[in-house]
């Protein structure tokens, strides 16, 4: 899995078609930047967001799920990312948050 020669963005959060998280890649896609959506839920579930900035933006956007409480997938998370883009990300914006319970 390569990555074009663009800049990489990683949000975490990023997974809620109405959120913060998913409004920044979009901002960020339009300046240009390959996206890396990051969240909790399964891939069939993100495939949608994910083409819909592929085809409005022309850029590349990926799906990394990991649970940020767990230090290893976190740590594959990472792997995943170096993968995808060898120099690592240009831009982080970490907004993940913990969901509470209602």
């Known amino acids: 899995m390569a990555s074009s020669k663009r800049k990489l963005a990683l949000i975490t959060g990023s997974t809620s ?45 990926f799906y990394l799920k990991a649970d940020l409480m767990i230090r290893a997938e976190i740590e594959q998370l990472c792997k995943s990312i170096e993968e995808i883009h060898p120099g690592g990300v240009d831009v982080l914006v970490n907004n993940a948050g913990k969901e509470l319970s209602r």
């Open 17 to 61: 078609k109405n959120g913060i998280g998913y409004a920044i890649a979009k901002t960020l896609a339009r300046d240009g930047y390959d996206i890396i959506l990051h969240g909790r839920r399964d891939e069939d579930e993100i495939t949608s967001l994910r083409k819909d900035i592929e085809n409005e933006f022309e850029v590349n956007v």
